[in-house]
């Protein structure tokens, strides 16, 4: 069941790639932007992660913590998105529990509607973001949640295709109505 802007956010407790805790928990009275992808070496999701660590600095000074959910499993995370050596926590979840927790779910159609952006795969690809074993369900679907200060969702995002996140103006219009 996909969660929606007032809804209290979902108790989760999972441990990062570097064996940290991270818990909702952790999150009260800060914002947080909970992001979901599709396997560790998607060339969209590995440019998504680029873009994030490039604003994570801005984000932060904006009082935003970011934390990334993949459905690979250790290993495979470390050797393709772990090598940007992201500034926020990603949390595993190969039998993607925290994805249903969330209502994240796989589509075929947009899955084939993600084929229909080449410029982003080239976009990806230049970066050195090459297509890897696909790990878990082939067609997840991205989802973003922006969750307030007192852990009710905000915003939330389902992506309509396997590239599509919420954009980042989104995020910065957040930021300004708060």
Not at 32 to 51: G, T
Not at 154 to 168: E, N, Q, S, T, V
Request: include cysteine.
């Amino acid at each position: 069941m996909r969660l929606q802007a007032g809804d209290r956010a979902k108790e989760f407790e999972a441990t990062d790639l570097f064996g940290k805790r991270v818990s909702l928990q952790d999150y009260q009275g800060k914002r947080l932007m909970l992001s979901f992808f599709r396997y560790a070496s998607c060339p969209f999701c590995n440019l998504r992660i680029h873009e994030l660590s490039t604003r994570h600095d801005w984000l932060r000074d904006q009082g935003v913590s970011l934390v990334a959910v993949f459905q690979s499993p250790e290993e495979s995370i470390r050797r393709y998105a772990g090598r940007q050596a992201p500034p926020f926590p990603i949390l595993p979840d190969p039998d993607r529990r925290l994805y249903r927790t969330y209502g994240v779910e796989p589509s075929w159609t947009g899955f084939l509607k993600g084929l229909l952006h080449p410029a982003a795969f080239v976009s990806a690809v230049s970066k050195g973001f090459l297509p890897g074993k696909v790990e878990g369900e082939t067609a997840m679907i991205p989802a973003d949640f922006l969750i307030g200060p007192n852990l009710v969702i905000d915003r939330a995002y389902y992506g309509k295709d396997i590239g599509d996140h919420i954009p980042l103006a989104a995020v910065e219009e957040w930021l300004r109505s708060r």
